[in-house]
Structures are given as C-alpha cells and as structure tokens.
T-cell receptor, first 114, second 112 residues
Framework: DSGVTQTPKHLITATGQRVTLRCSPR?????VYWYQQSLDQGLQFLIQ???????AKGNILERFSAQQFPDLHSELNLSSLELGDSALYFC?????????????FGPGTRLTVL | GNSVTQMEGPVTLSEEAFLTINCTYT??????LFWYVQYPGEGLQLLLK?????DKGSNKGFEATYRKETTSFHLEKGSVQVSDSAVYFC???????????FGTGTRLQVFP
C-alpha cells in the first residue's frame, strides 16, 4: 500500500459526459501528479500540482482540468468524454518537487467510456 | 526532448533464469533514473532508482547501473521467480518539471 488513495476504482460512463477523479496523496506529500495509461499511448504525464499551485503540464487535453485543494487532495475533471479517453488514470505524490524524490502511485481509476 | 526506450516484450523465462531488460534514454543534463513495476491489476511501485552516473540501484534481487557513457539503465536479476511476473517500466525524471517520462513497458512472464 503506497498510501495514495484514488476513487473511484472503476468508472463507466457515456460519450459526452463529465467525470471527476479524486486523489488523496500520502500524508505530508505536497506534490500531486496525474498520469494516463492507455494501450496506444502508454504512460503519459498529464499535470502536476505543488501545494495547491499548478507546476507543470504535460499532454493534457483542453477538455481535462485539475486542481489541488487546501487539504492537498486533488481532482481531475474530464469533460465531453470520447471513446479514446478510456484509460487507467493514476495519481502519484511526492514529498517535494526535487526530481530525485520517489513518486508514490495510487492504484488508479479505470475509466471506460461507452 | 527527453525520452526512454525499452526492449519490447513479452520476455518469457523459466524460473531461476537470468533476466535482462534493456533501457536507454535520451536527456539533456543528468536525469534521475527509475525502474517501476506494475503487477496485474495494481498501480506502479518503485523497484529501484539511481540519481547520478555510476550509481547502482538495487532491490529484491534486481539491479540497474546508471551508465552515462552508454545512456543506459538496464535491469538485471540473477534468478527470476514466478512472482516476478509483471510489467516493468523504465523512467527518467525531468529536472525542470519533476515529471516522470516512461518507456513503453516490458512484460515479463516467468514459468515454473
């Protein structure tokens, strides 16, 4: 158990809908990262927050947004969903932002768009 | 830009065989390097890491050495077990953004 929790574990929805994925980092970790794992794209970095502020953006679509709240939990919002958004979405956390710090991954949310 | 290239799988081995999974990287500067493992139905777990050239990361019998001259970080284990069956990801950490850049993953299947 990494100490990072993600809810829900599974999500099935229809095209055009909007969903919210939630992540609680390990106690004391200030950085939260979101990754998408799909069969065709592999593991892709989406976005990083550090202590409530956006720090880095990766291949995140404009239909997707995220935020980190004062209690440090984070939410990833996916809207106008398409079939191609079906993937496993991972959240990871680390203590600070230095690159040698280990990122601890949650179990993921499997999103299926029908 | 930065990138990681891993050998394609699946790698199929008998128990107690020697394992090598190749990983090479392209990066500006001196990134940190990682191996993560993903067991079926689970998230990623850090297996080992190395933060500078010539560092050797090791854990659970797995080893990898940060080779700057060949830009490689190959994963090795002397004697694999059935329980090592999983997908292994090589990754580097971008110093500017802290994001992890992953290879495509290599599936290892170990048979008794």
């Amino acid at each position: 158990d990494s100490g990072v929790t993600q809810t829900p574990k599974h999500l099935i929805t229809a095209t055009g809908q909007r969903v919210t994925l939630r992540c609680s980092p390990r106690s004391g970790d200030l950085s939260v990262y979101w990754y998408q794992q799909s069969l065709d794209q592999g593991l892709q970095f989406l976005i990083q927050y550090y202590n409530g502020e956006e720090r880095a953006k990766g291949n995140i679509l404009e239909r997707f947004s995220a935020q980190q709240f004062p209690d440090l939990h984070s939410e990833l919002n996916l809207s106008s969903l398409e079939l191609g958004d079906s993937a496993l979405y991972f959240c990871a956390s680390s203590v600070v932002t230095a690159s040698y710090n280990e990122q601890f991954f949650g179990p993921g949310t499997r999103l299926t768009v029908l | 830009g930065n990138s990681v290239t891993q050998m394609e799988g699946p790698v199929t081995l008998s128990e107690e065989a020697f394992l090598t999974i190749n990983c090479t990287y392209t990066a500006t500067g001196y990134p940190s390097l990682f191996w993560y493992v993903q067991y079926p139905g689970e998230g990623l777990q850090l297996l080992l890491k190395a933060t500078k050239a010539d560092d050797k990361g090791s854990n659970k019998g797995f080893e990898a050495t940060y080779r700057k001259e060949t830009t490689s970080f190959h994963l090795e284990k002397g004697s694999v077990q059935v329980s090592d069956s999983a997908v292994y990801f090589c990754a580097l950490s971008d110093h500017n953004t802290d994001k992890l850049i992953f290879g495509t993953g290599t599936r290892l299947q170990v048979f008794p």
